[in-house]
């Protein structure tokens, strides 16, 4: 295996996850393409570009990329998988604030 099919694999999986941190910032700006930079934002971006480094740590550690032999390959595998684990960690994350548990009342058996 390659240092280029490695590299690329977590290059991949860098871009991947920070393209699913991101993602809601460019949609937003879409919506308001006038929107000012809030100083907040620079302090979540920061945030992204951290997580996005940790979550491509360990991503690429776990792909098997023993049967690619092309970096562009390596760099989609890398890509689709941080983009799709940390989607579902943000819908995680969403999910455990809407939660709401159920009254003790209407608990029961069957």
């Keep these: 295996m390659s240092v280029e099919i490695i590299a690329a694999a977590w290059l991949g999986a860098f871009f991947g996850a920070l393209a699913r941190t991101l993602l809601p910032w460019f949609r937003k700006l879409r919506e308001e393409p006038d929107i000012k930079w809030n100083p907040t934002y620079t302090i979540t971006f920061i945030y992204a570009l951290f997580m996005s480094f940790i979550i491509a740590c360990f991503i690429a550690l776990q792909l098997d990329i ?11 595998l890398g890509a689709t998988t941080a983009y ?13 604030k809407t939660y709401v548990p159920i009254p003790k009342e209407h608990q029961g058996g069957l």
Excluded at 66 to 76: E, P, R
Excluded at 84 to 96: E, H
């Design 84 to 96: 799709t684990l940390n989607d579902l960690q943000n819908d995680l994350v969403k999910s455990k």
């Design 66 to 76: 023993t049967s690619v032999n092309s970096a562009f390959t390596a760099f989609l």
